[in-house]
């Protein structure tokens, strides 16, 4: 290795930005946009979304890898695709490889469970987009359709059994994984560690190190952080709210929860009930 200073437009990474439904992914994105845009539209691939999944990412049934990697390698510096990629070992390589920046970005997903029930609801069908919504509409009330998304229904499968095929990202070394909560209460921060780790990804992939320029870097991460807060900005959000689950999961909800979640997933991501 051997150092080189650069101004921060010089280092522009391959942004992969993922996550579970719901999840934060837009936020996320907000957060971006100061320094990356979306791959543009072509003939081909008529906007910046790529996943991993048939219905728009609500079932667990895989495309063909080379589906997703074809999106993938289109991908220029200095702009992101966004979507919903369940972990492979075979995906993983190529996007390591690749050189692209990948930020797995997750959420209580209790939390994640009401905001897929109110997205399933959402009268919408242009930004909240699902397969079938009419299987969750038919059961008529809110509760009903929430316990729907924790358990399944029909085609559709619970969201922790959907959420096992993403959660292998929280063990790749190389990804960043960016909680959702952090982004909402700790906007600076989580602006300094998603530059941080873009420019680190692109360092490390040409054999340099870099000095950055203490003033730049803390301006951008400080306009990071002020744009990710103007969240009237994104068609999907609602109320982005930490913990709400609490005031919408009845005991029956409680129980079910705590039965799909064989895993355990709540209390090994951190959260309590």
Known sequence: ???????????????????????????????????????????????????????????????????????????????????HLGWREDLEQFLYLSGAAVVFVYRDPRDVAVSQAHHILNPDDYHYQHPNKDVYRDLKTFDAALAAVIGGVGPYPGVMERWALYAPWLDVEWALKLPFETMRQEPLESARMLLEYGLRRVTASIGIEIRLDPEEYEATAAKMAEVSQQTERSPNFRRGQ???WRAVFTDEHVAAFRAHDVEGWVERLGYDW
């Open 1 to 83: 290795m051997y150092w080189q200073r650069l101004p921060l437009d010089a280092l522009k990474p391959k942004w992969v930005l993922d996550g579970f439904p719901k999840a934060g992914l837009h936020l996320l994105e907000q957060m971006l946009c100061p320094v990356a845009k979306p791959q543009p539209a072509d003939a081909v691939c008529r906007d910046h979304w790529v996943g991993t999944f048939n219905g728009n990412a609500w079932t667990n049934e895989w495309l063909p890898l080379r589906t997703t990697t074809f999106r993938l390698a289109r991908l220029t510096s200095g702009y992101y695709l966004k979507g």
């Open 242 to 244: 930490v913990g709400g």
